[in-house]
């Protein structure tokens, strides 16, 4: 086995996993219990306090994103084509995944295995920003779950509450955040393989990644 003696950069030096996109190399960033907004810094793999929490929005998942993925012109292209309106371009980050797990697991930073059951195409100042919906692998609540249908609609409701919500005053969503809809797995791992597509694309000869 080759061991890993460098600690590597979350967004470029972790592996997706070999069963993408049915199950999918999470790195989280934020947990439910989390009062501070954490994201991790691009040049030096860190993960950084972004800001405190403005208000008491509740994230009900664990959050972070997929390694070696990238939100560009085939996201863009995809978002267009599903939601039936313009949008810009990517939001230029890695793909965003929360994580649904009843267990309480109480610190980010660490990563795990996720099975994506869906997701929201959200567009954020004409920017394509999805938020895939995962479950972790092997929860024994959670895990049983192959597509958000079978999600708890309170849930749903949540997520997609905290998402309208968490950057402005209370009671005044903003109007260049929309969640023009939910989607369910298939559509999620489509989403999944365009964002690496994207990831290729963009850092493949710039960046000696592992597989």
């Given at each position: ?13 972790i ?8 199950v999918?190399?999470?790195y ?17 793999g860190?993960?950084?306090?972004d800001?405190?929490?403005?208000f ?9 994103f ?13 978002a ?11 939001d230029g ?5 929360c ?15 996720a ?7 959200m ?8 938020k ?11 895990g ?31 109007k ?34 592992g597989v």
């Open positions: 086995m080759k061991v890993q003696l460098s600690k590597p950069h979350p967004w470029h030096g592996p997706i996993g070999d069963n993408c996109p049915k999918v190399t999470a989280i960033e934020m947990v439910p219990n989390d009062t501070v907004k954490y994201e991790i810094d691009k040049l030096t860190y993960r950084k306090v800001r405190p929490q403005k008491s929005n509740y994230l009900p998942a664990l959050y972070g997929v390694p070696q993925t990238y939100c560009g012109e085939s996201v863009r292209a995809y267009e084509e599903m939601a039936g309106k313009h949008v810009e371009k990517g980050d890695p793909l965003d995944i994580v649904l797990t009843e267990r309480n697991i109480t610190s980010g930073d660490i990563i795990l295995e099975i994506p059951i869906g997701g929201f195409r567009i954020d100042k004409g920017e394509a920003d999805d895939i919906i995962a479950v972790l692998k092997q929860d024994e609540i959670y049983k779950l192959k597509d958000v249908s079978e999600c708890p609609e309170t849930l749903i409701d949540r997520l997609k509450h905290y998402f309208l919500t968490y950057k402005n005053m209370p009671g005044h969503e903003s260049a955040v929309e969640i023009t809809h939910l989607y369910g797995s298939k559509e999620a791992q489509e989403v999944i393989l365009r964002s690496v597509k994207d990831y290729n694309d963009t850092f493949r000869s710039h960046l000696q990644v």
